[in-house]
């Protein structure tokens, strides 16, 4: 007899699948960003779903930033332009919801930073350079302004250096991953006794990153953006969570 185990089925939501082929459609680019899905009464129609399924798949669209909808609009819900906020959101979402560790999130950011360095080191070019080394000296004039001044020219800093990566995915998954992470410990970094001291020692880390990119040594900015990451976020992350970490130290 065979030994399959099958699982059990779990009812699928109306409204779910008016999602799926909805975002499919959009996948598909049956619509486009700026043009508009069927009117309300028009979807009814089209799904054979009752006004409130409908009105809940838009209402779920909607929060997933896949469309804009007003209640009652005769041209339909507009679709819109890919943005990372809906991937930000889900991300911290599943964070909140343990389903994702702050270690998960914190090697992550390791993998990709390292990865916008590495490329950033061999194809920046010299207007590129110098963005990175303009943001370098706001954030050290923002330490005397407090810790919100300082990771905003954090942020600018390595989108300067993500754009020069030429690679548009990483500087978007970047952007998302570092928001997430900053999002469940900003607070115990801004409230700490030494956050001088830790903007400080965050500064000379991101100039050293700023002169293996400068020297075109790929491996070592990617190699140093990884230390500095590690040593930066391992005291928020517990003792047990950090293998992933760690061997990501020995790249």
Do not use: W
Not at 9 to 29: D, F, K
Not at 225 to 233: A, G, L, V
Request: net charge positive.
């Amino acid at each position: 007899m065979n030994d399959a185990r099958f699982q059990q089925v779990r009812p699928v939501r109306l409204y779910q699948t008016i999602v799926e082929q909805i975002e499919g459609a959009i996948a598909r680019g049956e619509f486009r960003p700026g043009q508009r899905l069927p009117n309300e009464r028009e979807l009814v129609a089209q799904f054979g779903a009752s006004r409130p399924t409908v009105r809940e798949a838009l209402r779920v669209l909607e929060a997933n930033g896949v469309i804009r909808s007003r209640p009652g609009d005769p041209h339909g819900p507009e679709v819109l332009p890919f943005s990372p906020s809906g991937l930000a959101k889900q991300m911290t979402r599943l964070a909140q919801l343990e389903e994702m560790s702050v270690a998960e999130l914190v090697a992550f950011r390791m993998i990709l930073d390292s990865a916008a360095n590495l490329l950033a080191a061999r194809l920046r070019s010299a207007a590129e350079l110098a963005a990175m080394e303009r943001t370098l000296a706001v954030m050290a004039e923002a330490i005397d302004r407090g810790y919100d001044e300082f990771s905003k020219a954090d942020v600018a800093f390595h989108d300067a250096i993500a754009s020069a990566s030429r690679n548009s995915l990483i500087q978007v998954c970047n952007n998302v991953v570092r928001g997430v992470v900053l999002s469940l410990i900003e607070d115990r970094v801004a409230r700490s006794r030494n956050s001088r001291a830790l903007m400080r020692e965050s500064l000379q880390h991101h100039r050293e990153v700023l002169a293996a990119i400068r020297a075109g040594d790929g491996q070592a900015a990617a190699r140093i953006s990884r230390r500095n990451i590690y040593d930066y976020y391992a005291g928020y992350v517990p003792e047990s969570d950090r293998a992933a970490m760690r061997a990501l130290l020995e790249v």
